[in-house]
């Protein structure tokens, strides 16, 4: 039957193209004003790290001025100071895997000759930071705990860099020289591109990751500036030893913490280490530590901008409009065929089968307004990108993947048949004999 419902719902649209036309047409621009919008939020609030955002936790303490709340009421600080960072991680030991890392940058002076020098973007942190974050490796690996301890000149370089500087091949044990200092390599990472970049939202979190990595013991001792955020709520005297002392916040501190038994030993040695601090006359604000988990994180620090949401809602306001004209489009169309409707009743059709008729109708109706959705959405998502074509970070938020395509044609489908459900119904009610009569 339903073959035959098929062929029937092609006959009638192809009896009324202009109809038709309009009906598609007016799914698919509501589709399109969605899945635009949609297709943004989706890629925001997407799970940077499927299968361990549950078990690694952003660590925050309260160090901040007595005098004065930090953003707000119970409003942490977003980073933590060097002190604390040392600190934590000497404190966890080997007991807890923590990583801890500031964003810098360094210029990079090709061996050759041939190229001029360029800045690059670097990720100064601890041995960890890959296997904590599930970094994947095109050759070698990384460093280990003990050239963090020894301070190793070693580094690690993204995909593009490497293909910059060495065509992409493996150049594991070759050096490169940055400020004048040259480092070993030992890996090379694959594409990596989380989105948003879950482990540094204090920093634009839609910006691609860094370039190159470097034991935070080589960065600090060299005195390598933050190129990140940093906040200090106390003056200190001036130089890179003092600041190194100060309560100057700009240190991003994570911990995988796999099970609750080991969140909660993590609280409590958080709790200690805060005690001990305030013995020696830090953190005078009452004591306040949170661990938020990848997704928490996110949600805390409004990755997913309010803007987004709103736009969304009016989307959907616009797609219900469009469906409201697709109704009225609709009954015009049953209106035109009622005497059809009607001698088919009148030959023994039920009501149900009038009504799968329709429906079917609808949905192919449907399909049509997705396909049309999705190259609408297409255009969309290209005319944002122009828009803002000066970000950089642009690009990465206006990629439409199979789920978001699937879901635009189901959406299409869900929205013509709930817009052809009062027209069917009453297509499915006329009463034959009173058209009958009028021939």
Known sequence: ?????????????????????????????????????????????????PGKSDSLYYVQIDSWDPNNEYNGPNELPEQLTYLDATGIDAAAGDEFRVVWSYKSSRILQPGDGADLPFEVRTRATSFRFFSMFALPFRYGASWDAAADRNREQVVVLSSALNERL????????????????????????????PVPKFYDVTNNPYEEPEEAYLPVTVAVAAEHDSAGNTNCWKPFPGGYEAFLNSECIWFQMWAELPTAADKSRFEQLLAAYVEEQKTLGRFPREMH??????????????????????LLGLAFLFLVVCLLNTIGLLLAKVMRRTKDISLRRALGASKQTLFAQYVVEAGLIGIGGGVLGIALTWLGLRGIENLFAGYDFVERLVTMDWVMVLLAVGLAVVSALAAALYPTWRAANVTPASQLRIQ
Not at 289 to 310: A, G, I, K
């Open 166 to 193: 060495f065509g992409g091949g493996n150049p594991v044990g070759e050096s490169v020289t940055m400020n004048g200092d040259v480092y070993r390599v030992v890996g090379v990472l694959e594409p990596w591109l």
């Open 289 to 310: 530590n949170e661990l938020s988990d990848v997704m928490e994180w996110m949600q805390d620090n409004e990755v997913v901008d309010d803007d987004v949401s709103v």
């Open 1 to 49: 039957m339903l073959r035959y419902y098929l062929k029937l719902g092609m006959l009638s649209i192809r009896a009324n193209p202009a109809l038709s036309a309009l009906m598609v047409a007016a799914i698919g621009i509501g589709i399109g004003a969605c899945m635009t919008i949609m297709t943004i939020q989706h890629v925001m609030s997407g799970n940077p790290i």
